[in-house]
């Protein structure tokens, strides 16, 4: 549960953080006090809909859009918000594609475009904080949304597993080169959400034989996201938020 004022003058950036998981991350970063600027592909609506309920909370939040698969529009990203919202405190890497496909199939151009979206953004905008905080007296937190199929593999989502784990080293190598001016973490979602192309039934398929036995919700992910955000004395980890899958090594399929 958000903490009321423990993020208070903060300002994050959140990617893609205009529905699903990034949504309610973004409710409770402003529930805890924090300013929020919610990064869009396409979704202008949504985006401008959450900007204002986060406004009449009392929290100041603004709307970027940047298409995350176009290097150029990733590499202006963190400035425009930083010149916009007057600085950046904390970054939430939560924006990712997730087509289906396995190796059979996979080809370079499918692979690359994953890792477009889903690892390289997320180091650029990284980069690009780390460049802005490393002179100051600025700290900056960092949290990439990873996958809780970095074990035991995904062979149905084969060019997607691959990006997530590239994603999963670089929070280890970022949290190293970065520090001590930024913290890099990681969560690792499992059975939260359904893919947007099926329903809750989805779910069913996937929490049958958890150790905990059964879902998770958005807001579980969000409290682990501002756990990390806020742990100034934890980097470089990674929190399962999961039931307990990892410990199984199940789901390759």
Avoid: C
Avoid at 43 to 65: H, I, K, P, Y
Avoid at 122 to 143: C, H
Wanted: proline share 5%.
């Amino acid at each position: 549960m958000p903490t009321p004022g423990l993020f208070e003058g903060k300002t994050a950036l959140i990617t893609g953080g205009s529905k699903r998981l990034g949504r309610e991350t973004a409710l409770a970063l402003a529930g805890s006090g924090a300013h929020v600027a919610i990064h869009y592909n396409r979704s202008a609506e949504a985006a401008d809909a959450l900007a204002a309920e986060l406004g009449d909370r009392g929290v100041r939040a603004g709307t970027f859009q940047a298409d995350l698969d176009d290097p150029e529009g990733v590499e202006g990203l963190l400035s425009q918000v930083w010149e916009a919202m007057y600085g950046v405190d904390f970054l939430v890497n939560n924006a990712s594609i997730f087509p289906t496909g396995g190796l059979d199939e996979m080809t370079l151009d499918e692979l690359q475009w994953n890792l477009r979206v889903n690892s390289w953004a997320p180091f650029v905008l990284t980069r690009a904080l780390w460049r802005k905080v490393r002179d100051t007296d600025r700290r900056a937190s960092v949290v990439n949304l990873l996958d809780t199929r970095l074990v035991g593999g995904d062979l149905a989502h084969a060019p997607y597993h691959l990006s997530k784990a590239v994603l999963a080293e670089l929070t280890t190598l970022t949290a190293l080169e970065f520090a001590p001016q930024m913290r890099v973490n990681g969560v690792a979602p499992g059975a939260v959400l359904p893919p947007e192309e099926m329903d809750e039934a989805y779910l069913k398929t996937l929490t049958d034989e958890l150790p905990l036995e059964r879902r998770g919700y958005p807001a579980d992910i969000a409290d682990a996201t501002l756990y990390l955000l806020g742990a100034e004395f934890v980097t470089g980890q990674v929190i399962y938020v999961d039931g307990g899958r990892h410990i199984r090594l199940g789901g390759t399929t």
